[in-house]
């Protein structure tokens, strides 16, 4: 969303934006405290119907973050901060009691956070709030401001916007709602922060949800006596705008990081992918309705016993497959039986791997396929292929130079769906926002580069390069679905590691914040919500109601790529931010597993053509919601099963000759034998951040005593310990040093 101020003598205006205007050109608001966060002034204020703190850079203009907004007369007391508060207010009215409190930072970006909580003095009903932010010009008018808006909440993603202050310069804004705080106030009223946070400049912020109104409204009231939190703003501050692409995408990174390290973080906890893992499998192989058999060859079912098996979907599984094998030392036996019959999705005449096997129902458009469908069984069959496996190198090899022929024809901008037969568009754009598949272009860019290390044929880098070039422009609207985007922005990290040249190590940071501006920073507890955890979850499309478990775990292998070829060039608040995503999907994947639900929390229905929910079976659900909504509504993905053996294998670690495993929620950079009974792990999450560590008691051994230490000797205490596991908390970026006895 961007949008540009309209000047006073040609303006549209709410009533709060005219009376805020009124009573700053009149002077008609009172002073009752004030304070600095670096150059930037702090004033709180009294109007007739707000407490109000001004925000201004001297000369440079402001902003007005609304505070309080009373219906009738109110008294304000100044109290004494508390640790860490700059300013403490109660503000006492016939409602009830505000208490305000305000927080400065800016060692490294200006920022503050204005917290308001209310106690009712009866039983409320709350019709209306207005927003809370407005920007002010030297004259403290908002109606003289001139900024954009370069990013805003989508459905129930983080409540944030990103904007600049251009005229006067004022600088870059991030302001970011901790909506976790109100779950209190949306639970009393049966409301959801839906697209809260937004505006139409300059009435920009916060709109608190209420009830819908009508003749007969909802009466949902706050209690009387009950305090609760309406609000929990962070804003950071830049001096400097920067409206070109890269530069705004990376400062937007960094602020939302300085945001990210205010806020209470929900804990994480221990999750045995591997007893999951190994149920998966066992249920892939033996549960009816796991797989079918066509051609004499067995093939995976998307759904539980429903929809015509695909190709993406059964490469999905045999490259986890192959994952899991390489980590327990020899190949399961479901690789090669699933490898078998991939042959017959391969179309000799058009020289491409189709998405349904030959002998689809005619209920099936089968030339028809969604643009990014073509490019992601090839991005696992060259995952196999540079593992070394010749069969799948072959099919990945003279499938490839389709895939080239329809990036040319669709000029690196492709579709939602087209057919393979002579690329016809069918579905050229979302309804949601008018455009095609946004970030197929980084998928493709990393299918190149596969061939590009399997052949050294510069012409595969050229069409990576090309592709990511053609992205450029899109800013914050890169993202169509979630894992198409990491991989883009993994696409982007390694072109900078192959040519040296920045603007790629720049451009994943454009894919990194539009998938991150995706993301539900918020732990929600509305309805079925209490179940399951959210956080850090990415929405699966841009316009998508629920997380899915799909994009969730690819993306994390994106990820993995991504800092695999970064370095100490990546903005740290980057890194920080992908190693916490990484960290929160390995605790909140799991309650996509029917059983680790509550059998009420799931839909008794799917639906239409996605069979049925299985709560014996370990394969995950598709569809989770921030809003609370039934689980499940879409179906059980089998597709989805790799997903425990991505996690399994990934987040634990053999140890040779030790009676344990190590299980780590960080990807471990580096590991080092340093002695017989000594390992040294590095890690490179957060610099302020923690990851959890734990060793694990291997099967029919016993745990030893163990000593954690930092690499600067401090020794580091377990916070739980029983006879099969042994659990830290360590720093997130450096080193630790384990030794046992």
């Known amino acids: 969303m961007a949008t540009t101020a309209l000047q006073p003598k040609n303006f549209s205006a709410t009533p709060f934006v005219l009376a805020l205007r009124r009573a700053l ?36 203009g402001g902003l007005a973050l609304r505070a309080a907004f009373l219906a009738d007369d109110y008294e304000v007391t100044k109290l004494k901060p508390g640790a860490g508060e700059a300013i403490r207010l109660r503000v006492s009215s016939v409602i009830g009691e505000h208490m305000i409190t305000l927080r400065t930072g800016g060692d490294a970006l200006e920022n503050l956070r204005l917290t308001v909580t209310l106690t009712p003095s009866a039983s409320l009903l709350v019709p ?47 302001y970011f709602q901790n909506l976790t705080a109100m779950n209190p106030f949306y639970r009393a009223t049966k409301t959801s922060p839906d697209g809260a946070v937004g505006g139409v400049w300059p009435e920009l912020g916060y709109l608190p949800p209420t009830p819908t109104q009508s003749g007969t409204p909802p009466t949902q009231p706050l209690a009387a006596g ?37 806020l209470d973080l929900p804990r994480t906890e221990y999750r045995d992918w591997i007893d999951r893992a190994e149920r998966t499998l066992r249920d892939l192989d033996e549960a009816p309705e796991a797989t079918i058999r066509h051609y004499g060859h067995r093939y995976v079912h998307p759904y539980t016993a429903a929809e015509y098996p695909d190709i993406m979907v059964q490469m999905s599984i045999v490259a986890a497959i192959h994952d899991w094998g390489k980590w327990c030392g020899e190949p399961h036996p479901l690789e090669a039986e699933f490898k078998a019959g991939l042959g017959k999705f391969y179309d000799t005449k058009l020289d491409t791997l189709r998405r349904y096997l030959p002998n689809v129902g005619d209920d099936k458009d089968a030339d028809a396929v969604d643009s990014w469908y073509l490019y992601h069984p090839m991005l696992n069959l060259g995952r196999l292929a540079l593992d070394g496996d010749t069969e799948a190198r072959a099919l990945f090899l003279k499938s490839i130079e389709f895939g080239i022929k329809a990036a040319h024809r669709f000029k690196y901008r492709w579709p939602i769906q087209y057919s393979v037969k002579d690329f016809s568009v069918i579905t050229e754009t979302a309804g ?56 883009g922005a993994a696409a982007c990290m390694r072109l900078w590691r192959i040519t040296s040249q920045d603007v790629y190590l720049e451009q994943s940071y454009v894919y990194l914040g539009s998938f991150f501006h995706n993301c539900e920073i918020w732990e ?41 070829d970064s370095g100490p060039d990546l903005e740290p608040a980057a890194r920080m ?14 309650f996509y597993y029917p ?9 008794p229905k799917q639906r239409e053509t996605n069979g049925h929910v299985d709560r014996k079976l370990s394969f995950p659900i598709e569809d989770l919601y921030p809003d609370g909504q039934l689980a499940g509504q879409v179906g059980q993905e089998v597709y989805g ?41 590095t890690l490179d999450g957060g610099e302020t951040c923690t990851a959890g560590l734990s060793v694990v008691r291997r099967k029919r051994r016993k745990l030893p005593t163990v000593r954690l230490v930092t690499v600067g000797g401090d020794a580091l205490r377990p916070h739980t310990s029983s006879a099969d596991r042994i659990d830290f908390r360590v720093p997130a970026n450096g080193r630790v040093i384990l030794t046992w006895t």
């Open 524 to 564: 929600s507890e509305l309805e079925l919500a209490v179940h399951y955890r959210n956080f850090l979850g990415a929405t699966c499309l841009q316009d998508a109601p629920y997380m899915a478990i799909y994009e969730c775990f690819d993306a994390y292998t994106a990820f993995e790529n991504y800092l695999d």
């Open 432 to 487: 949601a926002d008018g455009r095609g598949q946004t970030d197929v272009g980084g998928v493709f860019a990393w299918v190149m580069l596969q061939a590009f290390e399997l052949t050294d044929d510069k012409r595969f880098l050229d069409e990576a390069r090309a592709a990511i070039d053609a992205a450029m422009g899109l800013r914050f609207n890169v993202n169509y679905q979630a894992n198409l985007t990491a991989w």
């Open 128 to 174: 209306f709030l207005p927003r809370d932010l407005y920007p002010l010009d030297n004259d403290d008018d908002p109606l003289g401001s001139v900024g954009t808006v370069e990013a805003g909440q989508r459905g129930l993603n983080s409540g944030l916007l990103y904007f600049r202050l251009e005229e006067p310069a004022f600088g870059n804004v991030l």
């Open 226 to 262: 009950v305090e609760l939190t309406l609000s929990d703003a962070i804003l950071v501050f830049r001096h400097e705008t920067n409206s070109e692409e890269r530069e705004s995408a990376r400062q937007f990174l960094q602020m939302l990081g300085v945001a990210y390290k205010m």
């Open 25 to 60: 050109a009149e002077g008609s608001t009172k002073k009752i405290a004030n304070c600095a966060v670096g150059a930037l002034d702090v004033e709180m204020v009294r109007s007739r119907d707000s407490v109000w703190a001004l925000i201004r850079r001297p000369g440079r």
């Open 595 to 603: 059983d680790a639900l509550p059998p009420e929390a799931i839909s």
């Open 577 to 590: 931010l992908i190693a916490e995503y990484c960290k929160y999907a390995l605790d909140r994947a799991w």
């Open 641 to 681: 099963a790799g997903a425990a053996m991505v996690f399994a294998t990934r987040s634990f670690h053999q140890v040779e000759d030790a009676p344990f495993l190590l299980y780590c929620d960080h990807f471990v950079r580096a590991r080092e034998r340093t002695g017989d009974n000594a390992l040294t792990l």
